[in-house]
Protein backbone atom coordinates (compact mmCIF):
# COMPACT_ATOMS: atom_id res chain seq x y z
CA UNK A 1 0.00 0.00 0.00
CA UNK A 2 1.24 3.58 -1.04
CA UNK A 3 0.58 6.16 1.19
CA UNK A 4 1.07 10.25 0.65
CA UNK A 5 1.73 12.83 3.37
CA UNK A 6 1.39 16.10 2.21
CA UNK A 7 2.93 18.94 4.17
CA UNK A 8 4.42 22.77 3.51
CA UNK A 9 1.15 25.09 2.75
CA UNK A 10 -0.23 28.18 4.33
CA UNK A 11 -0.99 31.43 3.98
CA UNK A 12 1.46 33.59 1.64
CA UNK A 13 1.30 36.90 -0.08
CA UNK A 14 0.35 37.46 -3.83
CA UNK A 15 3.98 37.06 -5.32
CA UNK A 16 5.68 35.28 -2.29
CA UNK A 17 6.72 31.60 -2.23
CA UNK A 18 6.17 28.25 -0.77
CA UNK A 19 7.84 24.84 -0.57
CA UNK A 20 5.33 21.86 -0.52
CA UNK A 21 6.59 18.37 0.57
CA UNK A 22 4.91 14.85 -0.41
CA UNK A 23 6.46 11.98 1.31
CA UNK A 24 5.60 8.54 -0.09
CA UNK A 25 5.40 5.33 1.86
CA UNK A 26 5.64 2.14 0.54
CA UNK A 27 7.60 -0.19 -1.53
CA UNK A 28 9.22 0.98 -5.57
CA UNK A 29 8.67 4.39 -5.09
CA UNK A 30 11.52 5.72 -7.15
CA UNK A 31 10.26 3.72 -9.99
CA UNK A 32 6.88 5.97 -10.18
CA UNK A 33 6.00 8.74 -12.24
CA UNK A 34 5.18 10.85 -10.03
CA UNK A 35 2.85 14.14 -9.79
CA UNK A 36 1.35 17.44 -7.66
CA UNK A 37 -2.27 17.91 -8.16
CA UNK A 38 -4.32 20.88 -6.72
CA UNK A 39 -8.16 21.49 -6.39
CA UNK A 40 -9.72 24.55 -5.64
CA UNK A 41 -13.30 24.84 -4.01
CA UNK A 42 -15.78 24.14 -6.43
CA UNK A 43 -13.55 22.88 -9.22
CA UNK A 44 -12.26 19.85 -10.36
CA UNK A 45 -8.75 18.59 -9.88
CA UNK A 46 -6.13 19.37 -11.82
CA UNK A 47 -2.87 18.32 -12.84
CA UNK A 48 0.20 20.88 -11.53
CA UNK A 49 3.56 19.20 -12.00
CA UNK A 50 5.05 15.81 -13.03
CA UNK A 51 8.19 14.14 -12.59
CA UNK A 52 9.19 10.60 -14.19
CA UNK A 53 11.13 8.11 -12.66
CA UNK A 54 13.98 9.84 -14.72
CA UNK A 55 13.64 13.10 -13.17
CA UNK A 56 12.55 14.63 -16.39
CA UNK A 57 9.44 16.97 -15.53
CA UNK A 58 6.07 18.31 -16.87
CA UNK A 59 4.17 21.22 -16.22
CA UNK A 60 0.84 22.63 -16.31
CA UNK A 61 0.14 25.99 -18.71
CA UNK A 62 -0.64 27.79 -15.72
CA UNK A 63 2.48 27.15 -13.23
CA UNK A 64 5.30 26.94 -15.65
CA UNK A 65 8.08 29.55 -14.97
CA UNK A 66 6.63 29.57 -11.43
CA UNK A 67 6.45 26.02 -9.97
CA UNK A 68 9.22 23.82 -9.80
CA UNK A 69 8.55 19.85 -8.78
CA UNK A 70 11.48 17.72 -8.02
CA UNK A 71 11.72 14.03 -5.92
CA UNK A 72 14.58 12.93 -3.03
CA UNK A 73 14.49 8.78 -3.81
CA UNK A 74 16.42 8.10 -1.11
CA UNK A 75 14.20 9.76 1.43
CA UNK A 76 11.31 9.09 -0.78
CA UNK A 77 10.41 12.96 -1.07
CA UNK A 78 9.07 14.93 -3.64
CA UNK A 79 8.84 18.77 -3.03
CA UNK A 80 6.86 21.39 -5.33
CA UNK A 81 9.02 25.04 -4.69
CA UNK A 82 5.86 27.71 -5.69
CA UNK A 83 6.91 30.71 -6.92
CA UNK A 84 5.74 34.34 -7.85
CA UNK A 85 2.36 32.94 -6.11
CA UNK A 86 -0.98 34.09 -7.62
CA UNK A 87 -4.62 34.12 -5.75
CA UNK A 88 -5.93 31.68 -8.25
CA UNK A 89 -3.23 29.39 -7.23
CA UNK A 90 -5.23 28.88 -4.25
CA UNK A 91 -5.85 25.22 -3.11
CA UNK A 92 -6.19 22.36 -1.48
CA UNK A 93 -2.61 20.40 -3.24
CA UNK A 94 -1.86 16.46 -2.98
CA UNK A 95 0.04 14.41 -4.85
CA UNK A 96 -0.04 10.66 -6.03
CA UNK A 97 1.63 8.82 -8.89
CA UNK A 98 1.07 9.03 -12.07
CA UNK A 99 -0.11 5.93 -14.54
CA UNK A 100 2.78 5.45 -17.05
CA UNK A 101 2.36 7.88 -20.06
CA UNK A 102 -0.79 10.01 -18.80
CA UNK A 103 -1.54 11.85 -16.46
CA UNK A 104 -4.13 10.04 -14.71
CA UNK A 105 -3.71 9.12 -10.89
CA UNK A 106 -2.30 5.42 -10.35
CA UNK A 107 -3.70 5.33 -6.82
CA UNK A 108 -7.11 5.94 -5.77
CA UNK A 109 -6.12 6.53 -2.46
CA UNK A 110 -5.00 10.11 -1.63
CA UNK A 111 -3.69 11.83 1.12
CA UNK A 112 -5.22 14.71 3.00
CA UNK A 113 -3.31 17.37 1.04
CA UNK A 114 -2.05 20.76 1.72
CA UNK A 115 -3.57 23.90 2.20
CA UNK A 116 -1.91 26.90 0.18
CA UNK A 117 -4.40 30.44 0.41
CA UNK A 118 -2.80 33.09 -1.40
CA UNK A 119 -3.99 36.55 0.01
CA UNK A 120 -2.85 39.85 0.62
Known amino acids: QVLFVESGGGLVQPGGSLRLSCAVS????????MAWYRQAPGKQRELVAAITSGGTTNYAEATTGRFTISRDNTKKVVYLQMRSLKPEDTALYYC??????????????WGRGTQVTVSS
Open 26 to 33: GSFVSAYN
Open 96 to 109: NALRTGTSVPLFDS
